[in-house]
């Protein structure tokens, strides 16, 4: 690393420590003061009156504090970033009131509604009300979309859709481990469409999980109206993936939404997904709905009237009132959301900007965010009495201990000879069985099919069905059941993605993701504890079919490395046992990439095994070493058998390094550098060139001899464009992936050293 990248790197963390330390909430623990709202949803068969108005109560509260944060934003000429976040406040006060932690969990789908999970927290205590007033989108605590906080979501989303699976892995991890437990995913009404969403609903289906989803519909997008986006019914759709509807008219009927979850909550004891689906008012109904029953209503006739002659609008227009738009209740936006959504003069969809120029105490003293007088005498009951103490724990810190294995289980693994040639999958089903047998309850695996490519079989008959999830061809979101796994429980336990490295990609795109959002928005909680294990990486995937192919894995693997806690990348069966053992040992997110092919079990200089099955796991291992040797070879995973062959070649002039995963150790480029005069790297994988690039672990190294005068040369793919469908022999031979290859870099390095 240059001094300047060294100098950067040290400055760039020092920021990131004092972000946490001026933090209030990205602390390992944190204890709130927080009001006694809690329902039972088993033994109570409908909320009586001083709990209607005590949940309306503080609905109000969390709209009020929403209110003002947002004209907080105004004044530094901020935009808003409603987002529907005031709609998200009254299902997600009576999920609050539902949520023990322990059996009742929840997490949120439109994650960009934000601000009304943030001032919900605040009114409850959770959270400091003036954080969430003064700091929403400003510093690390109150980011713009959901975020983890104490009392809230385990993970915060991101990309619409991306929670749902999410959700699901984590009713299946919390019904393995108790037949009481529920989940609640408040999601919006756009998100529900995407392809993650989809194969989220059927995870929940085919695995009869106690999830419910509460949909936000307020029938407005970003753009413009649900109709005239997307004009698309969910309710068929989602059914046909074998999600009960359960429908309901609005969100903001307090009684009425709690019978809808009472149902819910029902069919979630029984197994079965839900979806909560407010159809909202029109006279399609019976009675008549329009602006005159709106006033009537909500006792908002004079603003009514004001906004509908304004926009040329008749008060007997017939509307559609969306089920959970009422609680906007900043009353003039929301009458232009209406308008919006019925496709008349004057509607706005106010997804940004609502409050610029507007007077913060006038829009607090609207009828609607004004308590009557049971709801203040509700609210007032409720904030003198004693407060519940509540600790919210950050998830175990990277690297705890996780699954380990004992000596004696250690001593019961049978792993091939030093010299033989074997697949690395070898090593890695017998490091998952080892595991699986060792903690059955412990161990989930999310497959795609390909258990018997991948070997995960044998693990997965030694673990409850319960602990495992079969998703067919629905790889893309396989990684976002495990976070939901992940999130199910903070104590150690190993959460396994079974698929092909072709998937990576598509796989990481989401999955590794939220671990990005996570680690970014929230330093402390550490968030994920999977392990993306890929088999069929690299051209080392014999006559197997191109479409198992990732001839980019090792460079998609190296931009997650600042999140991922390891990526393993054994170069034979008794490494790759290594690197499971490892991985499962460790809380945290891996990467576990296992060619498939049969490749040469490295041997020592003696001749013995270079890996035991109780070695401890290293980023690099010494193959050969020679005395006076000037050329280093570091060979990345698979490759390390013919460096092996390379070294034995070139007489001892140069010294090989198996190169087992990332990161390196600290200044071990640097003692590579001031020891030998060149250094050759090989991998199986695309490393491009000079002039398009480089790629791979051929860059990492490239650029941080790029000021130390040592030469370099890479092995590695440089044109992938075609290959011949043969083993994995020729096909490195066809991608100049071979002995003599590193013979000449070697040579070449001498010459011109």
Known sequence: MSNYSQAAWKAQQDRNDQLIADSKYMRPSVTSQVL??????????????KQIATLQALEIEAARISISSLASLATIGELDHLGGGLDLIPSLMLTLAATDYEKVQFTIENAHASIGYYASLAALGFVDRDSVVHQFRRGLDIPGHVSWVPGGTQLNGGRLGVMIPVAAGQGRGMRARNPESWVVCHCGDAGWISGQALNGFNAADIGNLP????????????????????????????EAMGVEIIETKSLFDTAEM?????????????????????????????????????????????????ITGKNGVSMDQEIWVPGAMMSYRDIGPMLECLLLVNNLPGGVGHHDGHMKGRDEAEVLANPMLTRNDAQQAAFDEISSATKAVVTTNARPAVGSKNLTLTAEQLGEVNLPDAGKKTSARAGSEAGYLAVAKAHPDDVFVVSCDLNPS??????????????????SIQEQVALLVANGLAMSSDKPQVN??????????????????????????????????????????????????????????????????????????????????VAVRDACARYGAHIVAIPRDSLLVLSDENGDALFNADSEWKAVTPLRKNDGAKIAILALGA????AQDAAKQLGGTADVYVVNGLPLPDDFLDGIFAQYDGVVTVEDGIIGTRCIGIRGFASLVLSAASNTGTKTEHIGIVDPRIAPSEGHAEVWEHFGLTTGALVAAVQSLKRNG
């Open 36 to 49: 006694p709202l809690q329902i039972n949803m088993g033994s109570t068969d409908a909320l009586d009156d």
């Open 211 to 238: 999830l419910t989803l509460v949909m936000q519909r307020n029938g407005i997008q970003l753009s413009d109206s649900n109709k005239n986006v997307m004009d698309k019914d969910p309710r068929p759709i989602v």
């Open 258 to 306: 709690f019978q809808a979850y009472k149902q819910a909550h029902s069919r979630a004891m029984e197994g079965r997904p839900t979806m909560i689906y407010p159809t909202g008012y029109s006279s399609a109904d019976g009675d008549k709905v329009d602006f005159n029953w709106l006033a009537a209503r909500f006792g908002i006739g004079a603003e009514v009237e004001t």
């Open 454 to 471: 991948t070997k995960l079989g044998k693990a997965c008959a030694n673990i409850p069905a319960q602990n495992q999830i079969e998703l």
């Open 496 to 577: 396994v993605v079974s698929t092909f490295s072709a998937f990576f990609e598509g796989i990481a795109r989401e999955g590794l993701e939220l671990w990005r959002y996570q680690r970014n928005l929230n330093g402390v909680n550490e968030g994920l504890n999977v392990i993306m294990h890929m088999s069929h990486v690299g051209a080392c995937t014999g006559r197997d079919h191109f479409s198992g192919w990732s001839l980019d894995w090792v460079t998609l693997a190296i931009g997650y490395l600042p999140y991922v806690d390891r990526f393993y990348a054994p170069a034979d069966a008794r490494g790759a046992f």
């Open 639 to 642: 490759t390390a058998g013919i």
